[in-house]
């Protein structure tokens, strides 16, 4: 067999940029086609059908339940992470929309709330809404979970991030009507979670 001298490989035909060029943007058309045929993973995540504090009024007048408040800013890293990674749960979503009148609001909104024959109004000192002020009976943080029993007892106010299983704990407690007729504590020791 012949050995090869370096000049021997000047001998080969060079491919012209022109060549390289077309060579180049076939294998860019062809990973293209291939990823873009391949199936993409279908975000499959439900929705939680949120609605104002207005609907949960109205629908209220209709069938009682409690109302569920997520009181969140829109600066709030770990209200994100819950939308993310709570509300969009799957028994989640179905609890909430079967058991309570589920509400979103933003605790910074200039909007004027009103709620319970009393209207609340932005306060610019606090940069708050009064209405999350006494949700939280004064004590801010976000995100906050707020329960408004059917009872007329007031809010009851979980300050922070809640993943699923922690709060199934609590929506349970009032979507399965023990507020008011059992303590806490007993329901927390006897709770068998299943999210």
């Not at 569920?68 to 909430?96: F, P, Q, S």
């Not at 004027?112 to 801010?140: C, I, M, S």
């Not at 299983?165 to 068998?192: C, H, M, T």
Request: aromatic residues 14%.
């Amino acid at each position: 067999m012949k050995k090869l001298e370096k000049q021997d490989f000047r001998s080969f035909p060079t491919l012209n940029v022109k060549c390289m060029q077309k060579i180049m943007l076939a294998v860019v058309c062809a990973w293209l086609f291939a990823f873009s045929c391949a199936e993409r993973p279908v975000d499959s995540a439900e929705k939680l059908h949120w609605m104002s504090l207005g609907e949960a009024k109205a629908a209220m007048q209709k069938e009682k339940r409690p109302v569920y408040i997520d009181l969140y800013t829109d600066w709030c890293g770990w209200c994100k992470v819950m939308d993310k990674k709570t509300y969009t749960n799957h028994h989640v979503i179905a609890y909430l929309e079967q058991k309570f009148y589920p509400v979103k609001l933003d605790a910074e909104t200039q909007k004027t709330v009103e709620w319970e024959n009393k209207t609340y109004h932005f306060d610019p000192g606090y940069k708050v809404n009064t209405f999350a002020l006494y949700l939280t009976r004064g004590q801010l943080s976000f995100p906050t979970t707020i329960i408004i029993p059917v009872d007329d007892s007031g809010p009851q106010a979980v300050p922070g991030y809640l993943q699923p299983a922690e709060l199934e704990l609590i929506v349970k407690y009032f979507g399965e009507g023990r507020y008011g007729r059992e303590p806490f504590d007993s329901w927390q020791k006897n709770f068998k979670a299943s999210w």
